[in-house]
């Protein structure tokens, strides 16, 4: 989950070196631990981003045993809860990290110069701004 790269530099430079895509849970980073987030606010992902991270995409890691019945870890509430508690745009980050996790997939489909390739990625942003558009956010 990357948290550690708001406090080493070092692991900072080595993912953005190896272009390391970062999948962000953030319920499942929640707790009481110096390991993780003491809030929803307090955790990097806007950081991550600032510095150029490869944030791909917002996951419910483990929709059994993290968060609560009022903090389920849907995907969709993983979405409002980096917009509403952790400061990410919906129009500009929300996308990009979108984009990412489709770029960082191992869907064959995706990776290389194909038509079939630029036509899915395309398709796909393209379904990403028409949500977007529908509900206010470009």
């Not at 996308?95 to 997939?105: D, G, I, K, P, W």
């Amino acid at each position: 989950h990357a948290l550690i790269l708001e406090k080493s530099d070092l692991a900072l430079r080595c993912v953005l070196a190896a272009n390391v895509a970062i999948e962000v849970c953030i319920t499942s980073n929640l707790g009481d631990s110096k390991s993780k987030c003491p809030t929803y606010s307090a955790h990097p992902v806007r950081y991550m981003l600032d510095q150029g991270v490869r944030v791909a995409g917002f996951n419910s890691d483990n929709l059994l045993l993290s968060g609560t019945l009022d903090m389920a870890p849907t995907p969709t509430a993983e979405v409002s809860r980096a917009v509403l508690e952790c400061g990410l745009s919906m129009n500009i980050d929300v996308r990009r990290v979108l984009t990412n996790a489709l770029f960082a997939s191992f869907d064959s489909r995706v990776s290389g110069d194909s038509e079939e390739a630029k036509l899915y990625r395309h398709t796909f942003t393209e379904q990403v701004d028409i949500v977007l558009k529908k509900f206010g956010f470009t």
